[in-house]
């Protein structure tokens, strides 16, 4: 089993920024993918960014440029560095940690971005 917890969720002006971290316990070292995704009111949840663990990276074509995600292995944990921010960014983001057996996801942490 793998926990994740979210943190770093905020409010923010256009043009900001924000780091979220999510924070793996259990039996973390069984991730082979870590992802962001982000669900809008009222939308589907949709794939923001991936490392896998090799340090491949992958982005969404509305983020990239402008998010990066990382990877401390040392704490079990990931992160999403989110800059110049939009108001179209505004979301609960989820962490996902992908196994061989199935997905893990944390709890959502809410991002706001005003124009």
């Known amino acids: 089993q793998v926990q994740l917890a979210e943190s770093g969720g905020g409010s923010v002006q256009a043009g900001g920024s924000l780091r979220l971290s999510c924070a793996a316990s259990?039996?973390?070292?069984?991730?082979?993918?870590k992802a962001w995704y982000r669900q809008a009111p009222g939308k589907q949840r949709e794939w923001v960014a991936q490392i896998s663990n090799s340090g491949n990276t992958n982005y969404a074509d509305s983020v990239k440029g402008r998010f990066t995600i990382s990877r401390d292995n040392a704490k079990n944990t990931f992160y999403l560095q989110m800059n110049s921010l939009k108001p179209e960014d505004t979301a609960v983001y989820y962490c996902?940690?992908?196994?061989?057996?199935?997905?893990?996801w944390g709890q959502g942490t809410q991002v706001t971005v005003s124009s």
């Open positions: 259990g039996s973390a070292f069984s991730i082979q993918f």
């Open positions: 996902n940690g992908r196994t061989l057996m199935q997905d893990y």
